[in-house]
């Protein structure tokens, strides 16, 4: 699953567009070649963090270790650059809770992610 995830949010393929909504395809001139390597860095970490995968209607939520926190928010920030298509939501639960990344969007961006991961 860690690697299926990797491959998944470091693969910068194009695909069709999505139904009138712009293109399901990476800006691959959106990062500088040093924010490039720190964002392949951030998503191995996460990568190792990923405890739990829940298929959504319009995505995938990923349940991460609550200490992953500050580089899942930091990989998002640089994701959302170079993926514009993908809609992020982060919640970390009270109490030591669980932290979710919640990776959604319009239609196709599910069959993407599913594709990309193998899932």
Known sequence: M???????????V?????????????????LSKDERATHSKLMLQMAGAVQETKELR?????????????????????????????AFELELESHGGPLWLRIRGAEGVKAFIREELGL
Do not use: H
């Open 14 to 30: 194009p695909t069709a567009a999505a139904a009138g909504r712009g293109p399901l395809a990476c800006n691959l001139t959106a």
């Open 58 to 86: 319009d995505g995938y939520a990923f349940r991460l270790a609550p200490g992953a926190l500050a580089t899942t928010a930091q990989w998002v920030a640089l994701e959302s650059r170079c993926c514009p298509f993908f």
């Open 2 to 12: 860690k690697i299926l995830l990797a491959t998944m949010l470091l693969g910068l």
